[in-house]
């Protein structure tokens, strides 16, 4: 079973799939790498770094190639904050060499001395229009001894969220490495004491056991942390959450990338602090579409953000979780208790939903387009909030459903390749969606004509038909169609 801390995991921004996964892929490589030195750091001479399809096509403006770069050096994006970032990129244009694992090496991980290799972005060899068979998001890094002869190779396959798959894995199974040490939980995914596989296996087993999906998710968890330690590790990842919108909100000006977005988060906050100085209800949507924003200001400027279930989706969950906290009666009543209640509530039963998408459809833009990502946050944005509200098995699953039902089709066509347009506002857009399904779920008996899993397979289907210049190529919609500059 997926892991709420496999779909929630702290990472650097602007993407996961683009981002994140190339960095954990380049760490990975480094073991590999690592086993064939065995200590004598001297043997490695060369790298060849290829990237193909999609990381290739949009890789400038999401980071992909500073990630594989930071990645080859020993950071993981759990752990390295962006003020690392900047210096090891600062360091490797001044230098042109790049330090390879000297991250490890230094904490005493991998023996030996550091070995610098001149090697930078330009010597990747870029192939967007060339897509492996397994994946658009695809990269091969080999390792090359004095003789030029082969140290390492592997294939690398990012594949959403920030999960990757290695060429090498014999049973296929994503080795991302998400597990967070900062949270106190061993890694390694939860065995399956409920296993599920559709909705309507979630649903029978909430019926059969007489516990919501939050119930059911929190037993599977059971089977590798302790119960503190989940419920630690939970409100740590709402911790980073609003960090990183009270991080973005503190900061004005532009986005970095050259198309000149201003920053709107920090003058809408202060404009709603004077409006709304006791946070009332019918101010409740600007509240939410300021929470969005600015999480995804923060992400497109490389900040540090939760993936949920991706970084270009990251805001949606944040907004809705907002809304739950602030202005659900019940949950306001019962002031921290209940803050904390609400937030491990909402985000096991929105682990539930994004594990059924991850393994029935995807999560990843460029495979079908921004309904698997910013669709599929919403959908568990909205089972989240239906639950907290006090909804059924069935009605949270109607929430979840009627969430995608309204995403499905979207496209992921970033303007110059950037999480920025439309991605930002798409978040806030998503988020009112979300609030606006589980309202609507609540006021019905959760009986309804859709399924959650008809809706799942007809996104991933619309995913499959979906033309490839609308996946996160940079080669249709308004990354074509609307000038840079």
């Known amino acids: 079973m997926v892991s709420v801390f496999e779909l929630f995991t702290v990472g650097i921004g602007p993407s996961s799939s683009h981002t994140v996964g190339p960095m954990r892929a380049g760490l990975r490589f480094t073991h590999l790498v690592a086993e064939a030195v065995a200590g004598d750091w001297s043997r490695l001479a060369g790298l060849r770094v290829d990237v193909f399809g999609s990381l290739a096509a949009t890789g400038s403006g999401h980071g992909t190639f500073d990630a594989i770069l930071l990645g080859l050096q020993g950071c993981d994006p ?19 060499m790049l330090p390879f694992a000297d991250r490890l090496i230094g904490a005493g991980e991998f023996p030996g001395e550091v070995r610098c290799l001149p090697f930078t972005e330009a010597d990747m060899v870029k192939r967007p229009l060339t897509v492996l068979p397994r994946h658009t ?48 939980a061993p890694s390694g995914a939860p065995a399956a004491v409920h296993a599920f596989a559709s909705g309507a296996d979630l649903l029978e087993l909430a019926g059969h056991t007489g516990k919501p999906f939050w119930r059911l998710v929190l037993d599977n968890e059971l089977t590798s942390r302790t119960e503190s330690q989940i419920r630690a590790g939970v409100l740590h990842i709402y911790e980073v959450m609003e960090q990183c919108a009270a991080n973005s909100i503190d900061r004005s000006g532009f986005l970095p ?51 949920a279930p991706t970084n270009g989706a990251a805001g949606i969950i944040p907004a809705v979780m907002h809304y739950a906290l602030n202005y659900v009666p019940g949950v306001v009543a019962e002031g921290q208790r209940g803050r904390e209640r609400a937030i491990v509530e909402f985000l096991l039963t929105a682990t539930a939903i994004g594990t059924l998408y991850k393994r029935n459809a995807s999560i990843s833009g460029a495979e079908v387009g921004c309904q698997g ?113």
Request: with cysteine; net charge negative.
């Open 257 to 307: 990338g050259g198309l000149n977005v201003r920053r709107r988060a920090h003058d809408w906050f202060l404009k709603l602090k004077e409006m709304d100085p006791e946070r009332k209800p019918e101010f409740y949507q600007e509240w939410v579409n300021l929470v969005a924003l600015a999480v995804n200001e923060e992400n497109a400027s490389g900040g540090r953000v939760v993936t």
């Open 137 to 184: 998001n695809a990269l091969e890094l080999t390792a090359f001894d004095r003789d030029g002869a082969q140290l390492a190779h592997d294939t690398y396959y990012s594949v959403g969220g920030g999960f990757i798959v290695a060429a090498s894995d014999e049973e296929g199974e994503a080795a991302d490495g998400a597990a967070q040490a900062s949270q106190g």
């Open 78 to 96: 759990e752990t390295t904050l962006p003020n690392e970032v900047d210096a090891r990129n600062s360091r490797l244009a001044q230098t042109g």
């Open 373 to 485: 990502e910013v669709g599929s946050a919403s959908s568990m944005a909205a089972a989240g909030l239906a639950q907290v509200l006090g909804g059924t098995p069935k009605q949270v699953e109607n929430a979840a459903e009627i969430a995608m039902e309204h995403n499905l089709g979207l496209t992921c066509d970033p303007i110059a390749g950037l999480v920025q347009v439309p991605c930002i506002e798409r978040n806030a857009i998503a988020a009112g969606k979300a609030i606006n399904a589980a309202k609507m779920a609540l006021w019905g008996d959760g009986e309804h004509r859709v399924s959650l899993d008809e809706v799942i397979q007809t996104m991933k289907s619309t995913g499959e038909d979906m033309s490839h210049k609308y996946k996160e190529t940079a080669m249709g919609g308004l990354a074509v169609n609307v000038v840079e500059c």
